[in-house]
């Protein structure tokens, strides 16, 4: 399952699944970001390469080898 950084993924589950199936849920990314949840539009800072929104509870994940443009992070869908 494990392809490096080429991977790619069709959706944010996709992204999500592969976080966890690596173990990299709850690991601090290499530097923190903000995003602009796709929910609410509110801003959070993700720290986590699975991370959720405090406000409405959309969870997002990033690879770790994506995790340095915040436009590889995914949306999965609230609660995931």
Do not use: L
């Not at 790619?8 to 589950?13: I, R, T």
């Not at 999500?16 to 990299?24: C, I, L, P, W, Y």
């Not at 690991?27 to 801003?43: D, H, L, N, S, W």
């Amino acid at each position: 399952m494990h392809e490096g950084c080429s991977g790619s993924f069709k959706n944010g589950e996709e992204v999500v699944a592969k976080v966890r199936h690596m173990g990299f849920s709850e690991q601090m990314m290499p530097m923190p970001m903000e995003i602009t949840c796709v929910e609410c539009a509110k801003e959070f800072e993700m720290s986590t390469f699975e991370d959720q929104c405090p406000h409405c509870g959309m969870v997002y994940g990033v690879t770790p080898c994506h995790a340095f443009d915040p436009a590889n992070i995914k949306a999965a869908g609230v609660g995931y």
